[in-house]
């Protein structure tokens, strides 16, 4: 077997530093760029990152530097790889029966009537991945070998990488059926067909240069997956014997990030494979097993997830805990790829320096890595003053002012403060208050992001336009918003969000605690990035934020303004979160500052409220066993946000997905008197769900498929509402799109909403009869 370096990293981001990846994929995209130029910038990034690596510490020819680069998602890559895509784009296939770059980058967006592959989110993080579609009909073959290619560049300059693959069973465990196949297909039952290509591709990347291969295998440490973590596990021991035991292949590491690998460890042991990397951040250090003391043991203990410098000593004793198994040896590396943070902090010139000592975005992690990977070779003492250096900061962190603020902590809660009078009991006065007609009309809040917003937003920013000027740029933004509603004749308005960037960043602005970055872009999916805010200290709302643009509204009409708000577990789950006090904590902080947020939005005369909660499901753990506490605090989080709202003071909150599964009792819990979700996607089929389990209160199933630029037509949208008003009592339903509308134009939204005017008043003709 071939040594294993001492310090690695599962990845690293692909974007580029200034998001030059995203500018290259998008001009070429649009044409103004072509595929030479396109592949030139993207081995550029490639050789930069490298030679990047390379100076932070990672050795240039032993396999530490991992090929981790991506046009658009890895998945995708290992899909397209294999050849699994759907038969709707086999035409796209080169001659050959290869499928080239314009092909890759179809198959993620769609095409015309193409639909793209379905996203979703990636394990507990914030990345999403491109869903495979596979079915009896799908045909593997090795179909691309950009990532052979990939390892002879690195070769070619002198490099040797370490190639980083998505694995057979988490491809196949995450991917859905597809169209063709029969009811009730399992892709995993593919594995034995797939298996042979991953084969093929492990023999071509040694016969490139690579020593060692990484195949990522998150999916066996999720308890979150339609199949069972044993099932899963059977699957891995039976790919791996087939590919570990093939006779040209460079060595195996096999990486199950995310959470604990608990009982699949042993199987993973016993797999003729050369080495494996665990997650120290997420799991626990695993129970010794059988036939470890010919294996390398990769010890994920700098957070890969995570922005904080945190502490090296504990990581250090982590990798000593690692050792006393009895592998081999151990090696230090990150807990998962580090393509969830930023690259460097040294990027951030406006950050307070201070806040900095506490950090480490990739390059710093990557330099944590290298430290500790010195301290295996040489001992503890080797490495004394960068584990001290780390412990001060940590400490300075701790006493630093802001970081405990004693009127936050000095609130003290009550039960009460976590529940609002009986629901029957808000229904009966706000039905009063508000003398809302059947199927009230309302939309979830933002209006187009036009090109005007987003350039008065950047001349403000850059101080070519006063504050003055811009508030009275969206206050008349406001105005048109308001007139439009009024003219379509919906029944709850909303003011449209032209304020606001992005619906945590605005909060995060507003909010002492918090911190936000320049350069700190972190991909979300293909060429998107966000750049989340960092929640650093105790949280406290210095002045009100939403109520003035709220209370202008509102003066525009004698309809009812919805307040917007964002919930307290999505501005958890869209920043960066200190990782010193147990994430409830930080959540209630949160809460209270929303809370006074509402008080003061209510004495302004707002009736009806909305707190968007999108990322509820998205922070549930990958574990079932720890998934209730995390219901139970994000939950209450809410409740404490909302609590203190008076009888008649309407309650909203918008999810945007429907898939309701385990979280539907939290849905409940939430005690909100009207939410809405996404469901003209599903035809309405979430109704069926909301019926059968029991929802008694408000509910607003969208009717528009805010997602494609597509304006439904009445018959359409009136077909969807009757569905509706068929399964669940009409006093209970609203009538809105999926989502918020910043992402469309404002043609093909008003075209939309006005179709959803007349279709409501279609099915009001009949409800108005029956009720
Ligand atoms: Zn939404």
New binding site residues.
């Given amino acids: 077997m071939t040594a294993f370096p001492q310090g690695t990293i599962l990845g690293y981001p692909r974007i580029g530093r200034r998001r030059e990846l995203k500018k290259a994929v998008e001009s070429f995209w649009s044409g103004r760029s072509d595929l030479q130029q396109l592949e030139q910038t993207a081995a550029g990034l490639r050789a930069a990152t490298r030679e990047r690596l390379a100076t932070l510490g990672l050795g240039r020819d032993d396999s530490a530097i991992p090929e981790s680069f991506s046009y658009y998602d890895q998945v995708l890559d290992a899909a397209v790889t294999v050849g699994a895509i759907p038969a709707r784009f086999e035409n796209l296939r080169e001659a050959d029966g290869t499928i080239g770059l314009p092909a890759y980058f179809t198959i993620a967006r769609g095409e015309g009537e193409r639909a793209p592959l379905e996203m979703t989110k990636w394990f507990d993080s914030n990345y999403h991945y491109l869903v495979p579609e596979i079915g009896p009909e799908t045909t593997f073959s090795l179909s691309s070998d950009r990532l052979v290619r990939q390892v002879e560049e690195a070769v070619a300059a002198g490099f040797v990488t370490r190639p980083v693959v998505v694995g057979p069973v988490t491809l196949l465990a995450l991917a859905k059926a597809s169209d063709d196949a029969p009811e009730g297909f399992d892709p995993l039952s593919r594995l034995d067909d797939l298996v042979p290509v991953y084969v093929e591709l492990l023999a071509r990347l040694k016969a490139a240069g690579a020593e060692w291969v990484q195949l990522d295998e998150p999916a066996l440490v999720s308890e979150s997956l339609p199949t069972s973590v044993e099932k899963l596990a059977d699957a891995a021991a039976r790919a791996l014997d087939v590919i570990g035991g093939s006779a040209e292949r460079p060595s195996i590491l096999v990486a199950a990030p995310y959470a604990s690998l608990e009982a699949t460890f042993s199987v993973l042991v016993a797999a003729p494979i050369e080495a494996i990397a665990v997650d120290l951040v997420r799991g626990a250090v695993p129970a010794a097993a059988a036939g470890l003391a010919d294996k390398i043991l990769v010890g994920g203990v700098i957070d890969g997830h995570n922005i904080w410098r945190g502490d090296l000593s504990d990581a250090f004793e982590k990798l000593d805990a690692l050792g006393q198994l009895g592998a081999a040896s151990v090696s230090a590396s990150t807990s998962t790829s580090l393509l969830h943070v930023p690259h460097d902090v040294t990027d951030e010139s406006a950050l307070d320096e201070r806040l900095v000592s506490w950090l480490a975005f990739a390059d710093q992690k990557v330099e944590q890595v290298v430290t500790l990977a010195r301290g295996l070779a040489g001992g503890r003492p080797a490495i004394k003053e960068a584990l001290d250096a780390a412990s001060a900061a940590l400490d300075d962190r701790r006493s630093a002012p802001g970081v405990r603020d004693g009127s936050v902590r000095s609130r003290a809660l009550a039960e009460g403060d976590f529940s609002r009078a009986a629901y029957a009991e808000r229904e009966a006065a706000q039905q009063e208050a508000l003398g809302l007609p059947a199927l009230p009309l309302t939309t ?1 809040g933002s209006f187009p992001q036009t090109g005007d917003i987003r350039r008065a937003r950047a001349q403000f920013l850059r101080g070519e336009l006063s504050n003055e000027d811009y508030e009275a740029f969206l206050r008349r933004e406001i105005d048109s918003v308001v007139d439009l509603q009024e003219e379509l004749g919906l029944d709850v308005l909303v003011h449209g969000e032209p304020e606001r960037n992005d619906m945590v960043q605005y909060f995060a602005e507003n909010l002492d605690g918090f911190t936000v970055t320049e350069n700190g872009w972190v991909q979300s999916y293909g060429s998107r990035a966000t750049r989340p805010s960092i929640l650093w200290g105790d949280v406290s709302r210095p002045a009100p934020i939403t109520v003035g643009w709220s209370t202008y509204a509102q003066s525009k009409t004698a309809k009812h303004m919805k307040g917007m708000l964002t919930g307290p577990v999505t501005i958890l789950a869209w920043s960066f979160v200190r990782d010193d006090q147990p994430l409830a904590d930080t959540a209630n902080q949160v809460a209270l500052a929303l809370r006074d947020e509402i008080a003061d939005l209510e004495s302004a005369g707002i009736a009806v409220i909305q707190v ?1 909660e ?1 990322a509820l499901r998205e922070l549930l753990p990958l574990k079932k066993a720890d998934q209730p506490s995390y219901l139970d605090w994000s939950v209450a989080s809410f409740r404490l946000a909302t609590g203190g709202a008076g009888t008649a003071t309407q309650v909203h909150t ?1 999810l ?1 997905y429907s898939e309701f599964g385990v979280v539907i009792d939290a849905i409940r819990a939430l005690d909100a008197d009207v939410t809405s979700i ?1 469901a003209a996607r599903s035809r309405m089929d979430v109704v069926t769900d909301i019926a059968e389990v029991g929802f008694d209160h408000g509910i607003g199933p969208g009717v528009y498929d805010i997602h494609s630029p597509r304006v439904p037509t009445v018959d359409e949208i009136e077909s969807l509402l009757r569905r509706a008003v068929d399964e669940i009592p009409t006093r209970q339903l609203w009538v809105n799109p ?3 509308l910043k992402t469309r134009g404002y043609d093909e939204t008003t075209a939309s909403l006005r179709n959803i005017v007349e279709a409501t008043r279609r099915v009001r003709e009949d409800v108005n009869v029956a009720v």
Avoid: A
């Fill in positions: 979830i968007d999108p918008h945007c996404e999926d989502c918020g």
